[in-house]
């Protein structure tokens, strides 16, 4: 079983739509939870990054984690189609912060 | 500014044979670190250098695989004996520092190996 479970997709929805991407995992140690998102050919960015559990907005994007669920979610309001990206789940731990553990990405595309 | 930088951009060799991947880190970053990213993959960990000493190693996969960065700044990771495995997207990110998961990696576009 991987440490990070993250469904591939690929998610296809209209523009403006509300977007629910999520992850579950298995390791307790985790502390840290991140998103990323990656366009074609390019490294990932950061988008939201959250330390234990709560909820985090910036702007569109919703962070949420649920440590005793072990269960993270991002949401996505007004999508726009330059949304449209693969989103990475990841996590680290206190005690090793810097070595973060990826999901495995989903896919999504918002259509016009 | 300038990000972090990779070249080369896409290398193809044959199986057994040496590659060098190179990455140029942001200005003034201490921490840099290795991924590699298979296709429908997330990026695994490999290895980070916090100044110029490898503070985890612990994902390389095996000996074949060695990265050095000997000044502190440009890092190389260097493959031996190329496998078909070992195509993949080589990533470089690199932070102001290491050890704080709050401190944001900064990727390159990373380096697209192909082993025939």
């Known amino acids: 079983q991987k440490e990070v479970e993250q469904d591939p997709g690929p998610l296809s929805v209209p523009e403006g739509a509300i977007v629910s991407l999520n992850c579950t995992y298995s390791?307790?140690?985790?502390?840290?939870f991140m998103w990323y998102r990656q366009y074609s050919r390019k490294g990932p960015e950061l988008l939201m990054y959250t330390y234990s559990s709560g909820n985090k907005e910036d702007g569109r994007f919703t962070a949420q984690v649920d440590k005793s669920s072990k269960y993270i979610s991002l949401f996505i309001r007004d999508s726009q189609p330059s949304d449209s990206a693969t989103y990475l789940c990841?996590?680290?731990?206190?005690?090793?912060?810097?070595?973060?553990?990826f999901g495995s990405g989903t896919r999504l595309s918002i259509r016009p | 500014g300038a990000g972090v930088s990779q070249t080369p951009s896409n290398k193809v060799t044959e199986k057994g044979k040496y590659v060098e991947l190179r990455c140029d880190p942001i200005s003034g970053h201490t921490a840099l670190y290795w991924y590699r990213q298979s296709l429908g993959q997330g990026p695994e960990f490999l290895i980070y250098f916090q100044g110029t000493g490898a503070a985890d190693d612990s994902g390389l996969p095996n000996d074949r695989f060695f990265a050095v960065r000997p000044e502190g700044s440009v890092s190389t990771l260097k493959i031996q004996r190329t496998e078909r495995g070992d195509s993949a997207v080589y990533l470089c990110a690199s932070s102001l520092q290491a050890g704080v998961a709050r401190e944001t990696q900064y990727f390159g576009p990373g380096t697209r190996l192909l082993v025939l």
């Open positions: 390791n307790s140690a985790f502390q840290y």
């Open positions: 990841a996590m680290a731990g206190y005690s090793s912060a810097s070595k973060i553990i």
